[in-house]
């Protein structure tokens, strides 16, 4: 596939599809499950199904580490947006934002424990993406800076129920942060390179996707879906958005931003690549 261009084009697609679908692992089969559950779980079990999905996320995050796909420092960044999470279900349930229709057993407050783990799934595929793509940046905010700015959101979750909503605020100071920060990953032979803040949006609309996967299973229900089934609304993009710069942060502490190494590097990669057999190179 190497020996022409539009092959070679094809191949890494194929690669960066591939790599995204295997820092998805974690995500991935809790969507297979809330899908699995909704269609083939009995009603009458004697666990409860909320239980039921509990007790898997615990098994698959302990397959993890177990065959180090996860690192235990990574475990642990997770844990910590798990709680994080969980304490917001907590609030967000009790002033009516969204609820859990189904009885179960494991919960607090009214929340099932399972719940975070739909948080961990997010700091997961962070912490799994950064190692399978390599990332570099180029203006890079530090990370005080961005620890602020996730304090800022964490609080305006909740504060926004009594006082001014100050998301747009936190859009622009987002904004400013990241306004010239470049990603680098390497799919291949070759890194490519994209504005952060594109690619936090990106992954937002993937985690809107899956979040209509979770209400249209019955996973959870916002007040418009109680009667009836209807798409989440695309402000929620928005929550998402801020919600994953939180778990950017957290994740950021474990796995610190490298920055982009000196030309030298990539001249060194393009020329071990321009040194391998004629079959390797696309437009040869």
């Known amino acids: 596939m190497a020996r022409r261009g539009w092959t070679s084009a094809l191949y890494e697609f194929l690669r960066f599809g591939v790599k995204q679908a295997w820092a998805c692992l974690f995500g991935g089969i809790a969507v297979f499950l809330m ?5 083939f779980y009995p009603a009458t079990a004697w666990l409860p199904r909320y239980d039921f999905l509990f ?13 180090r796909l996860e690192t235990s420092d990574e475990a642990k ?28 057993f494991f919960r607090i407050g009214g929340v099932p424990l399972f719940s975070g783990f739909m948080y961990a799934c997010i700091g997961s595929y962070l912490c799994r993406a950064w190692r399978l793509f ?8 530090r990370r005080l800076g961005l620890a602020a700015l996730s304090v800022a959101i964490y609080l305006n979750f909740f504060s926004h129920h009594y006082m001014f909503d100050l998301r747009w605020f936190l859009f622009a100071w987002a904004g400013w942060l990241f306004f010239r920060t470049r990603v680098y990953f390497r799919v291949w032979h070759i890194s490519r390179s994209m504005p952060l803040l594109l690619g936090l949006a990106l992954v937002s609309v993937f985690i809107w996707f899956s979040e209509n996967i979770g209400t249209f299973t019955k996973i959870w229900l916002y007040p418009s879906q109680r009667l009836g089934w209807s798409m989440v609304s695309f402000g929620k993009l928005g929550s998402w958005f801020l919600l994953l710069i939180i778990s950017y942060t957290l994740v ?5 931003p490298r920055e982009r190494r000196s030309d030298a590097r990539t001249t060194g990669v393009r020329k071990r690549f321009n040194d391998m057999p004629d079959f390797w190179h696309p437009r040869r």
């Open 134 to 141: 390599d990332l570099e940046f180029s203006d890079h905010p």
């Open 35 to 39: 899908i699995a559950t909704w269609w």
């Open 252 to 256: 950021s502490l474990v796995n610190a």
């Open 55 to 67: 007790l898997c996320m615990i098994t698959v995050q302990i397959a993890l580490l177990a065959g």
């Open 77 to 104: 960044v997770i844990l910590i947006y798990h709680f994080v999470g969980t304490v917001m279900e907590i609030f967000k349930t009790q002033v009516g934002s969204w609820i859990y229709p189904e009885p179960n």
